[in-house]
């Protein structure tokens, strides 16, 4: 089975960066997800990393080490509208996604 | 270029009763994934249907079941519902076979209530 571990809950002010880091645990890994979540919106897709390494898109980064089965989101310039809840999702054989519990990021002006 | 969409928005049954759920991919994806979210938790996977088929499935018992339909779109079943069936139900699609196969689309969801 799979299973992800990411912080509950990250506070930061406008223009910071923020860092949510992600452990996984999984058998037939393909790459590890980033999803946005608005309170009472849907998941939308943040980022895929299927190598190791960092990819950049725009304000946000993600970064993966397959050797240590850890991942990161980096929210860059924070603004208010990122306070959202982020999730960690491991995608496996057959486009299976599994979700970590949520990281809520609080913006404060 | 529509979205995934879902129906109903809301739903309120009691329990023991049976809820379908629907869902039309985005248009140009093959393949739709079912998800149950309880509140300030993470999506957890149902299961998974291509070419009308399940293809993969998550730890939910057999009163889960599904469809899909030659024009992509899928249904949820829940028979026998439980008060801790209680949640929001999002459907996701994708396409298989290319490198968008990781980047899953979902819909607003469906909020059941059980009472």
């Known amino acids: 089975g799979q299973s992800l571990e990411q912080p509950s809950e990250v506070t930061a002010v406008e223009g910071a960066i923020v860092q949510i880091n992600c452990t996984y645990q999984t058998s037939g890994f393909y790459g590890l997800s980033w999803y946005q979540q608005h309170d009472g919106g849907a998941p939308t897709f943040l980022s895929y990393?299927?190598?190791?390494g960092l990819e950049e898109t725009g304000r946000f980064s993600s970064f993966l080490s397959r050797s240590d089965s850890y991942g990161y989101l980096l929210l860059q310039e924070l603004q208010m509208k990122d306070s959202a809840s982020y999730f960690c999702a491991v995608l496996a054989a057959g486009n299976k996604l599994t979700f970590g519990g949520g990281t809520r990021v609080l913006v404060k002006p | 270029d529509a979205g995934v969409t879902q129906s109903p928005t809301h739903l309120i049954k009691t329990r023991g009763q049976q809820v379908t759920l629907r869902c039309s991919p985005k248009s140009g994806h093959d393949t739709v994934s079912w998800y149950q979210q309880a509140l300030g938790q993470g999506p957890q996977f149902i299961f998974q249907y291509y070419e009308e088929e399940e293809r993969q499935r998550g730890n939910f018992p057999d009163r889960f079941s599904g469809h899909q339909f030659p024009n992509y779109s899928s249904e949820l079943n829940v028979n026998a519902l439980l008060l801790g069936d209680s949640a929001l139900y999002l459907c996701?699609?994708?396409?298989?076979?290319?490198?968008?196969?990781?980047?899953?689309?979902f819909g607003p969801g469906t909020r059941l209530t059980v009472t």
């Open positions: 996701a699609s994708s396409l298989v076979g290319t490198s968008g196969g990781n980047e899953q689309y």
């Open positions: 990393n299927a190598l190791d």
